[in-house]
């Protein structure tokens, strides 16, 4: 307990001297940054990160700032030691050692401004090391409003460049694009929609708004899909922005409710998750009511998750903490708290990698943020 409270006392003490340290030698650029070519911005960060890094290695394991200054991060991946996030704006950021490389993403269409829009899901391939290609999600201002796509990009001559569209027209409105992509361990390409505003898109099977979808990496549809010929692997999802496999492949989702009413589910194929018919804790025989949900009274704002053996970690935005969800005993608590609004996790091996999102209009960004995080595992025993 004392070893807590000390632990707890030297990261305020830390905290307190790393916001002096930000705020005496670098002046709140954010703006200027987004503006200058990568190069630039790439200086002017390194010498933070550097600074930040030397000065984490006296408390050790328990937390370090691996990136600072990000615009609006969104996913995180990772190949060997080397760190790629999905900005929103239409950049990526690539992170190794410390030091914060930005690059362009060239799109085929231009992308939407709209809340929560722009470049959201991102995953490497899966030989990313010999072709440097991924597949990303965004929402582009299509003929009818905002409009989600989830093409390949390639990395060359330090620019991202789409080159091929794996999927179009998945709908969007003005809020709930979804967004998130993951790998699954069967090699698939998962990616979860929102129901675009018009909850009733949800239940149709014949959208693709409102589900999880499941496809081959070139973005032909599995011939093992729960039914033949459509993307849809799951149905009947507000907003989920979470995707996670445990060890023995049980799949789960976390998901925006409607005002509170948060959700993280079990993903079985070919299921109804309910959406706009019951949410939270209501059931409804046909529909899957939820393993974990925030209740009508409370709001997590969940959004990417990771797992580690019997435990999931969900990402919070308006509820701003990471919650770990115990499948063992069935319970949830806060595992990370005071660094504002979290956007996804990240985990490997015995650590967990955070990014906060205070960037993205409705939190309250310090100089320093938007950061990448890590922590060990162990320091939530
Ligand atoms: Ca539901």
């Known amino acids: 307990m004392r070893r807590k409270k000390e632990k707890k006392k030297y990261l305020l003490l830390f905290t307190t001297f790393l916001l002096i340290l930000v705020g005496c030698t670098t002046p709140d650029k954010t703006e200027e940054i987004s503006e200058q070519p990568t190069d630039e911005a790439t200086e002017e960060t390194i010498g933070e990160s550097q600074e930040t890094a030397t000065t984490e290695e006296s408390i050790s394991e328990e937390l370090t700032v691996l990136g600072e200054k990000l615009q609006t991060p969104w996913s995180i991946t990772k190949s060997d030691d080397v760190f790629y996030l999905t900005e929103r ?86 809020f ?16 979860t929609t929102g129901d675009a505003t018009v909850p009733e898109l949800a239940q149709d099977m014949d959208s693709l708004a409102g589900k999880i979808l499941r496809m081959n990496l070139d973005g032909s549809i599995p011939d093992d899909n729960p039914t033949s010929d459509s993307y849809v692997y799951s149905s009947g999802h507000r907003n989920a922005q979470g995707l ?78 990471i919650y770990e969800f115990d499948l063992g005993i069935g319970e949830y608590r806060e595992v990370i708290t005071d660094y504002g609004r979290i956007r996804t996790i990240y985990i490997e091996e015995d650590h967990l990698y955070y990014i906060t999102n205070n960037t993205d209009g409705r939190g309250n960004p310090t100089d320093a943020d938007d950061r990448l995080f890590r922590i060990g595992l162990s320091e939530f025993e």
Request: proline letters at 4%; zero cysteines.
């Open 89 to 174: 704006e239409g950049t990526i950021v690539k992170i190794e050692n410390g030091e914060v490389e930005r690059y362009e993403v060239q799109l085929e269409e231009e992308l939407s401004t709209v809340a929560e829009a722009g470049l959201l899901g991102f995953v490497l391939d899966l030989d990313f090391e010999e072709n440097r290609a991924a597949i990303a999600y965004y929402t582009y201002e299509g003929k009818t409003g905002p409009t989600n796509r989830i093409v390949r990009l390639v990395f060359e001559e330090n620019t991202w460049t789409e080159t091929n569209l794996l999927l179009d027209d998945i709908p969007s409105g003005d």
């Open 176 to 191: 709930h694009h979804g967004g998130r992509l993951a790998l699954g361990p069967d090699e698939k390409l998962y990616a």
């Open 244 to 321: 996670t496999w445990l060890e023995d492949g049980t799949m789960y989702a976390s998901e925006h409710g409607n005002q509170a009413n948060d959700e993280v589910n079990v993903i079985d194929a070919g299921q109804n998750y309910g959406w706009p018919i019951i949410e939270g804790e209501q059931a409804q025989e046909g529909l899957m009511t939820p393993t974990f949900t925030s209740g009508p009274d409370r709001t997590w704002a969940p959004s990417g998750m990771a797992s580690y053996e019997d435990k999931l970690y969900v990402a919070g935005l308006r509820g701003q903490a």
